[in-house]
Every structure is written in structure tokens, then in C-alpha cells.
């Protein structure tokens, strides 16, 4: 039950920072948006290790290394196709691949089995992400091969940093996410220079404050996001909170519809009455 909860939890967080993280993106470089999230992430995470702890244990700072580098490609993967669209196609098609590659680790390596109200209701949630994720629109095309293969790499890269802090040691604290957060860092900070070196400037000055204030509040969030993942995993098996955490764009349209008036399409509702009622079924030990 306190897995399902913090995983369902885990899902909404990350979409809460993907909401501010796209709003300071209009204003300031997508990339520029995510080292500076990264960084005020970081912070917060350093500030709340007194609380949960913050060992040295080898183990978990190779697995959370591991997961900031395959951090920073699942970044590169999903803006890249994400550019190339269409997002209504690629952003469900990401979120589900994110949540079938542990799935798949979990029931092939871990050993993990379900009983067939508990396999049914992760499939329901599975559809549920996809019809969650889906954007509306009028321009509906099909995506090129090329923009399948960066999607399904985004998602697939993202199911593989869950399966990598998985594996950190559970007394191990908050030490797998903090070095996650730090090597992103640096592999979004090489990226950066790599695009500059291509002639690719990224300016720091010159946006307003609130964009600002959306980029460091996204960073905050999306650590939060990390704490609650972690524990999550820590409480319960990592099939079920990987299904659960790729319901994320559910905490983005829920912020929509809040600040920026934007309604929920009938697709969409369906899919969050679908998560909401296969979650709760999870929850009742079916």
C-alpha cells in the first residue's frame, strides 16, 4: 500500500516539474533549464540528506552514477524526438516504453510474479499512461522512423535509470539519487559545451525573474519526485512503482488546467479515471 501510494505520488511530483520545467522553456534554452534545475535539485537533496542520510557506500554511488549518465541521454533522446514530433505519439510512446523495461527486469531477473487481477490492473495503468500522455491535436500525423527510434530510446533509457537506483542498497540513503543528480549534471553540462563548440550559443542573462523562478522550483520537484521514487522502491517491488511513476504527465495536465486554463481532453479523463481506479485496485493486494 505505502509503495503504491509514494509511487502514485512519485508520478504527479514528476509531473510537476515537468510542468514549470516546460514553462521556463519558453522563455529560456531547454538545455540551460535543465543544468540550472539540476543544480537548485542538488541543493535541495544536500538539504534534506542530514534527514535521510547520506553514506558513502560504493554500491550506491556507482548505481546513481550510472543512473546520471543514462540520465543525461534519456534527456538528449526525448528532446530530440520530442522535436521532431509529434508529441501527441512520442510522449505517451516514451512514458510507456520508461515503464515496460523494468517491468520486464523485474518479472525476468527479479522474479517477480502477479496474480491476474494485480497483472491486469498493471496493464489498465499502462493504458492509462498512454491515453494520459496524449496531446490533442489537429496536425495528428504518424512519426517518422527516425522519431520512433529517439523516442522509444528515451523511454527505454529512463526504465534503465530506474532499474540502475533499484539496485542501490535500501540503507543507502538519499547517496544513489544525489549522484544521479550530479552526474546529469555534468553530462548536460558536456552537452552543452558540445553544442556551443558547433557555434550553438546559450545565453545565461536576460530572462525575467519568473522563468527563473520556474526553473530552480522544477529542479526542486523533480528531486522531491526522486525522494519519493526511491522510497517508493524501497517499500515495494519495482514493477508496480514503474508503472505507477510513468503516470507523470498526469501531474503536468493537472497544472494545466490550473494556471494555464487548458481543458482536459476526453481522452485524457478517461485515462486518469483508468489509473485512478487500476491503482486502487493494486492497492487492495488483488
Not at 115 to 142: C, E, N, Q, Y
Not at 155 to 178: E, F, K, M, R, W
Amino acid at each position: 500500500m505505502l509503495a503504491i501510494l509514494l509511487g502514485f505520488g512519485s508520478s504527479v511530483v514528476y509531473g510537476f516539474a515537468d510542468f514549470f520545467g516546460a514553462l521556463a522553456s519558453r522563455k529560456i534554452n531547454a538545455m540551460l533549464v535543465t543544468l540550472v534545475s539540476g543544480f537548485s535539485g542538488l541543493v535541495f537533496l544536500l538539504f534534506l540528506s542530514p534527514f535521510f542520510g547520506l553514506p558513502m557506500n560504493p554500491s550506491a554511488i556507482f548505481w546513481g552514477a550510472l543512473a546520471g549518465v543514462i540520465s543525461a541521454v534519456a534527456i538528449t533522446c526525448l528532446y530530440a524526438s520530442l522535436a521532431i514530433g509529434p508529441i501527441s505519439i512520442l510522449s505517451p510512446l516514451g512514458a510507456i516504453m520508461s515503464a515496460l523495461v523494468p517491468m520486464a527486469f523485474g518479472v525476468i531477473f527479479v522474479g517477480e510474479r502477479f496474480s491476474l487481477g494485480g497483472l491486469l490492473a498493471l496493464l489498465g495503468i499502462l493504458v492509462a499512461v498512454g491515453l494520459v500522455g496524449f496531446v490533442p491535436g489537429k496536425d495528428f500525423r504518424l512519426p517518422s522512423p527516425k522519431g520512433l527510434l529517439l523516442g522509444m530510446g528515451a523511454g527505454t533509457s529512463i526504465g534503465l535509470l530506474l532499474i540502475c537506483i533499484d539496485q542501490a542498497p535500501n540503507d543507502s540513503g538519499l547517496t544513489p539519487v544525489v549522484f544521479l543528480r550530479a552526474f546529469s549534471i555534468v553530462g548536460i553540462a558536456v552537452m552543452m559545451l558540445a553544442s556551443r563548440a558547433r557555434g550553438n550559443r546559450v545565453e545565461f542573462a536576460g530572462h525575467d525573474r519568473k522563468s527563473w523562478q520556474a526553473t530552480i522550483l522544477a529542479g526542486v520537484l523533480d528531486s522531491s519526485a526522486n525522494v519519493l521514487f526511491l522510497n517508493a522502491m524501497r517499500a515495494g517491488e519495482l514493477t508496480i512503482v514503474a508503472v505507477l511513476t510513468a503516470l507523470y504527465p498526469l501531474g503536468t495536465i493537472i497544472l494545466a488546467r490550473i494556471f494555464l486554463k487548458e481543458k482536459i481532453a476526453k481522452l485524457q479523463l478517461a485515462g486518469v479515471l483508468l489509473a485512478l481506479s487500476c491503482s486502487a485496485l493494486l492497492a487492495s493486494g488483488i
